[in-house]
């Protein structure tokens, strides 16, 4: 799939004198004449064919072009950047994945930014109450399909849908037959794509029932379109959207057991999905809470939200899940994305699953040509918006008539992929030689109920900006029946346009962002006023703000506590790492005495900087080295610089609807960059220069103190923040405790190279030079790496701070708080002259002092991430 980068707006010519510049009028009129191909082109509102007049624009486009919408060629490249830089702005992305599952350690997934075009799909009144209409049709119908199948099953003993086709799915879920959902409805969001075809009407192509995706890129593109064309926004009287999202909510909470009072999430697969970031966009502006499957937990049947405060009663889930993931305890047994429990929770009637469990059945392509005839027995009436023929082979008739003609069609895949069902990309049959079409036609014959054929057809062209100059590109609209809960439904005035990235793609590939297709925003148009409705519309008082928080949830406290750890890790291995590597090459060139390298040796295997298969120090100290060069690879399979970057990356990645943009972009760019700079300088032929591997590290050292610097200055101090500092202290003291101990431990602490190398892990070699010069002593030493409490780096200010953060954290839960805080270390408080006087004293100190640190983090994980202590007198309704 073809990349779409800033670079895609970045290639325009440079502009013409303005004088010179044509208009955009002129501009469609020189791209309508090159599309004559018989595609309905939607500039010139009629289809075009070779050595036919072209005639005009069509009148919306005109209407458009002359709203001051643009003054010329430049204007419209200035607004094409503008997109460009408002999409980079708002970190709207879609998730690349590269094949293969993802493993522990491994990259994110690559985060492509959202490929947004300039010129939004124009829909004209008539023919949007058309579409509305035909919409909201099918709608009813498939809901009453599902009420059907999931209850008396009279159009399985009909014949009106093949019982093959239906029970045979991999989404249709025997677990849910005879339980109806809460309230009756079924399907409470759908999506439908269609596109104009060679006959000027619109025609259905597909329809998502399960976790249909895309009403938050439908809001992404309003936000950042009608901004560029505000004049013409307004004259063309463009209906807006927040009335169909606030009416969606409301049906939701009708439906819902709690009414008004319910709490609302939308369950997401999670960060590794490709429209996560339109999940979090989506979750954000209607106010509802972003859960993953972890998230949650079924108790009584109920669902709860695991939360910093406890267990909080969910009543509705917006699902983009699929139905064989849902609950790993009935469907799927490997699931992590479910719920367990969740199934039966439906079946009680205790929550709200939005679509229900069940409905990825009415997605397949071989039932279209059986909804005519379902439509007329279920609704009395036939269809008014008609599907592209399609023909499943499993109807032996239809495959012995269609089989000599097989080159006409598309072959698409009946059933989605599964353990007991097979799955594959369309194939345009026209494009076979006559060998692979014998070939599809006898694996068509092996298995038939396993293909659907589909007639081609020449979709709609909608007009681009690429490259300076309008472009006909093929569309597909995608459109949105949101339920009134009721029986009704709404169809959101608008939707998701997709447009191919390339002139000539082929005929069958209906577009998906996956794929590399465009994206715009669509324009119905009303002749009645234009709703005025904002889901802000209700000004809040001061009585409303007393008691606002954000919602802490267990999976994002447990990510920003990881945050911390892993930030202040890698900061600490990287240290560690230089310090290594610079003692090793002095230790080699004699400036360094022996000594120093079992210390160097025990302190890299402790901290992960080389594996267990590494030669010792002492023994191949060249050899030694190689291996922790190595190892600083996110890929070498050692926990080193590189892979404690990519776990950072990773829980930034899990956090993305809690960081800005920016702090993200720093994120990812530090691991990025050190794999990148790393590899580069040991890719080198011959011994690696070690001057470069150690400018490689002291660069993302610096990067991780803008990390550092970005999370304790410019992120809210929540309940979120104070886990996240938690965890921080803890890997610091752990970390300082144990270079600290075993320095001390091998008696080379008041050596030059052990002092010099504790002040350097410490980072305090200037303030101790301040403070106490030249002086190689103990008392001094101690002083300020244990008890300075206005040294950040000392035990006792880490210390400190951890007990601060954890009593403002526990502040609900004091009796456990107080038992706790009495198990905390306080290295402050511990007697100077002792320490001084005896090794092993201080040694016995800070082993227990870090013991103490992660006896907190197992602690806090029981009661706030997994929620096994304390969690019965947690629980809200």
């Known amino acids: 799939m073809p990349e779409s980068t800033p670079s895609q707006w970045s290639l325009l010519p440079d502009e013409p004198d303005e004088a010179l510049a044509p208009d955009p009028i002129a501009l469609a009129l020189s791209a309508a004449l090159r599309s004559r191909d018989g595609h309905f082109y939607e500039l010139t509102g009629r289809v075009n064919q070779a050595g036919e007049p072209q005639g005009g624009l069509a009148e919306r486009w005109r209407r458009f072009f002359a709203a001051g919408g643009a003054a010329g060629w430049q204007e419209l490249s200035a607004k094409a950047l503008r997109v460009q830089r408002r999409v980079l702005d708002d970190g709207a992305s879609y998730n690349v994945h590269s094949d293969g599952p993802p493993l522990p350690g491994d990259a994110a997934p690559l985060a492509r930014h959202w490929p947004l075009e300039l010129l939004p799909m124009l829909i004209e009144p008539d023919e949007w109450r058309h579409i509305e209409a035909g919409i909201a049709q099918r709608a009813r119908l498939l809901d009453a399909v599902m009420a059907d199948t999931y209850g008396e099953r009279r159009l399985l003993q009909q014949g009106l849908l093949p019982a093959s086709l239906v029970l045979a799915h991999p989404q249709y879920l025997r677990e849910m ?13 759908l999506a439908f794509d269609l596109t104009r075809c060679a006959d000027g009407h619109w025609w259905v192509v597909g329809q998502r029932t399960q976790a249909a995706s ?53 369950l997401t697969p999670g960060p590794r999905n490709e429209t996560y970031f339109e999940q979090a966009f989506l979750a954000r502006y209607l106010g509802i809470t972003l859960v993953e499957g972890a998230d949650l937990t079924v108790r009584a049947d109920k669902v709860y939200l695991k939360t910093l405060a406890g267990l909080e009663r969910v009543h509705v889930l917006l699902r983009r899940v699929d139905d064989t993931w849902l609950d790993p305890l009935e469907l799927q047994p490997d699931s992590i994305l479910g719920v367990p429990g969740l199934l039966q929770a439906v079946r009680a009637g205790e929550i709200v699953v939005a679509n229900a469990p069940g409905a990825g059945w009415l997605e397949s392509p071989g039932l279209t040509a059986f909804w005519p005839g379902v439509a007329e027995r279920l609704l009395g009436e036939p269809l008014q918006l008609p599907a592209i023929q399609s023909w499943w082979c ?43 079409l014998w070939a599809l036609a006898d694996r068509i014959d092996a298995d038939p109920t396993a293909y659907t054929l589909q007639a081609r057809v020449k979709p709609t062209k909608q007009p681009v900006w690429i490259r300076g100059a309008l472009e006909p590109r093929v569309a597909v609209l995608r459109v949105f029946a949101l339920t009134d809960g009721q029986g009704g439904w709404k169809v959101l005035p608008g939707g998701l346009t997709r447009v191919a990235p390339r002139r000539d793609p082929l005929a069958d590939a209906w577009l998906s962002i996956q794929r590399g297709s465009l994206s715009t925003d669509t324009w119905v148009m009303t002749d009645g006023e234009v709703d005025a409705t904002t889901l802000l519309s209700q000004p809040l008082q001061a009585a409303d703000l007393r008691d606002v928080h954000w919602t802490v949830t267990s999976r994002a406290a447990e990510n920003l506590f990881w945050l911390g750890r892993y930030t202040e890790r890698s900061e600490n291995t990287a240290r560690l790492a230089r310090h290594v590597i610079e003692a090793s090459v002095m230790v080699q060139r004699g400036a360094m ?69 920016e702090a993200w972009r720093l994120i990812h760019e530090t691991a990025a960059q050190f794999e990148q700079h790393l590899r580069a300088v040991l890719d080198r032929p011959g011994p690696p220069p070690l001057t470069d591997v150690l400018n490689v590290l002291a660069r993302a050292d610096t990067h991780l103190a803008a990390i550092t610097g970005a999370q304790t200055d410019r992120m809210t101090r929540d309940d979120g923040w104070r886990l996240l500092s938690i965890g921080r202290q803890i890997e610091r003291l752990c970390f300082h405790a144990d270079v600290l101990a075993e320095t001390f431990a091998q008696g080379l602490a008041l050596t030059e190279d052990g002092f010099a190398l504790l002040l350097g892990v410490f980072d305090s070699t200037i303030t101790y030079r301040a403070q106490f010069q030249a002086r190689r002593e103990v008392p001094p030493l101690l002083h300020l790496l244990v008890h300075d409490t206005d040294n950040p780096r000392s035990l006792g200010w880490v210390a400190r701070t951890m007990r601060e953060r954890f009593a403002k954290l526990a502040r609900h839960d004091p009796g456990w708080a107080a038992d706790i805080a009495g198990g905390l270390p306080v290295p402050e408080a511990w007697p100077l002259a002792e320490l001084a006087a005896s090794d092993q004293v201080l040694v016995e100190h800070l082993k227990r002092a870090a013991a103490q640190a992660a006896e907190l983090s197992s602690l806090l994980s029981q009661r706030y991430f997994a929620h096994v202590i304390g969690a019965e007198q947690r629980v809200w309704q």
């Open 394 to 436: 499993g109807e032996e008739s239809a495959w012995r008539t269609l089989r000599p003609r097989l080159a006409e069609y598309i072959v698409v895949p009946t059933f989605s992929a599964s353990s007991t069902t097979r799955s594959f990309a369309p194939i345009v049959a026209a494009e076979l030689s006559s060998e692979a």
């Open 214 to 266: 895309g009403l938050g890129y439908v809001l992404e593109n309003r936000l950042i379109i009608a901004q560029q064309f505000p004049e013409a926004f307004r004259q063309m009287a463009v209906q807006r959207l927040a009335a169909s999202y606030r009416d969606l909510m409301q049906s939701l909470m009708k439906l819902s057991p709690a009414g008004e009072r319910s709490r609302i999430a939308l």
């Open 593 to 661: 005495p022996p000594p120093m390298l079992p210390l160097l040796d025990a302190l890299a295997r402790r901290h992960g900087l080389v594996g267990v298969k590494a030669p010792r120090a002492e023994d191949d100290p060249r050899g030694f080295e190689r291996a922790l060069l190595t190892a600083l690879l996110p890929g070498s399979g050692v926990t080193s610089v590189g892979w404690d970057l990519r776990a950072l990356q990773s829980c930034a990645q899990a956090l993305r609807e809690r960081l800005s943009p």
């Open 177 to 189: 037959h005879g339980s109806p959902p809460r309230g009756g409805v079924h399907l409470h969001m």
